[in-house]
């Protein structure tokens, strides 16, 4: 009997082990860096300079989670994927975190063994034509040509849309978002669609920008965020807080600028706790106590990473729009840091 308890004793041990070893975060920390897969060719958001370096808001917050982890944004490394590979990638282990433009859908979040963890940009699906066409409205597509990336949600949403409006086309997918945007630039199509913020980005691409326009429908909602691994609730929280410190920092008006004269002088408790002074949030996610603070100094807050990628600081100069805080009548919103 006493043989049997210490086998079975073992064999939990045992369990217990590879359970630990098969978190993300022990992974990620042994490795020496978190690897997060990134959209290609997406100016604002994910891109490779000239010089090789990424750079965008999708890379800036895994840049975050370099921070956090290692207080060094420079742990953060970069996997460019396809849509259509981006989620097997994930699921087979090669990444850690997609941070990739994908929209959070049932079908993605549930039954593939994926989750997503939070919304940081909020989207709608599109149209670009040429202003040549005269085209000023989804409406005069009617008998269009649609080029469209393949392993993608707007698929799906053109043939309902058209569906409800009475509206006929045909649909043209291409192996990749690069590959769309040169179809519809080479005239296959009429219309290219996709996400608005990607029209955005992805148009600058073209061989005359100034020649094309997006159309003022959108079609869809397509709140995206970060997406991680099924199996692993720890390293889903890690990630999902590292978020919300970002867009907690920009409500209490804490910087990278002023980050440290706030972390000495501040009398706010939640400003205290956020920033690791009067208590350790950070164990409870396997992170040092100053983890926040290490993001919001080394990457900035959720302001900052908008603005300097998409916003009035960038080619893209986007309006915030439904991405401003709750406060000033957009959708983020930080749940409580206590």
Avoid at 153 to 168: H, S
Avoid at 204 to 215: T, V
Avoid at 299 to 305: D, F, P, Q, R, T
């Amino acid at each position: 009997m006493r043989a049997k308890i210490l086998a079975l004793t073992a064999a939990m041990l045992a369990i217990g082990t590879l359970g630990a070893e098969a978190g993300t975060l022990d992974t990620v920390k042994q490795r020496g860096s978190v690897v997060c897969g990134v959209a290609p060719n997406n100016p604002g958001f994910s891109f490779i300079t000239a010089d090789g370096r990424n750079t965008g808001f999708d890379v800036d917050f895994c840049k975050a989670l370099g921070a956090a982890i290692f207080g060094d944004p420079a742990k953060a490394t970069f996997k460019v994927v396809q849509p259509r590979d981006a989620f097997p990638t994930l699921t087979t282990g090669t990444v850690d975190v997609l941070t990739h433009r994908f929209s959070w859908t049932f079908n993605r979040d549930n039954g593939g063994g994926t989750e997503f963890t939070q919304a940081v940009f909020f989207d709608g699906q599109a149209f670009m034509v040429r202003k040549a066409d005269g085209v000023k409205s989804v409406k005069d597509l009617d008998g269009a040509t649609i080029c469209a990336a393949q392993g993608t949600t707007t698929e799906l949403n053109v043939a309902d849309y058209f569906r409800e409006q009475k509206l006929n086309y045909k649909i043209v997918t291409f192996d990749g978002t690069d590959a769309t945007r040169q179809a519809y630039d080479e005239g296959r199509c009429d219309a290219w669609t996709n996400d608005r913020g990607s029209l955005a980005s992805r148009g600058q691409g073209l061989k005359n920008p100034s020649d094309h326009m997006i159309l003022p429908e959108t079609i869809s909602k397509e709140p995206i965020g970060p997406v991680v691994r099924q199996d692993d609730p720890a390293w889903s929280h890690l990630v999902k807080w590292v978020v919300f410190a970002t867009i907690a920092a920009e409500e209490k008006g804490i910087t990278s600028a002023n980050v440290d004269d706030i972390r000495k002088d501040s009398t706010d408790p939640e400003t205290k706790r956020l920033l690791g002074v009067d208590d350790n949030l950070g164990e409870k996610l396997g992170l040092p106590a100053d983890w926040a603070y290490n993001v919001v100094k080394q990457v900035g807050n959720y302001g900052e990473i908008f603005d300097r990628n998409l916003g009035a600081k960038s080619p893209l100069a986007l309006d915030r729009g439904l991405n401003a805080l709750w406060k000033d009548g957009g959708l983020l919103i930080a749940p409580p840091f206590r």
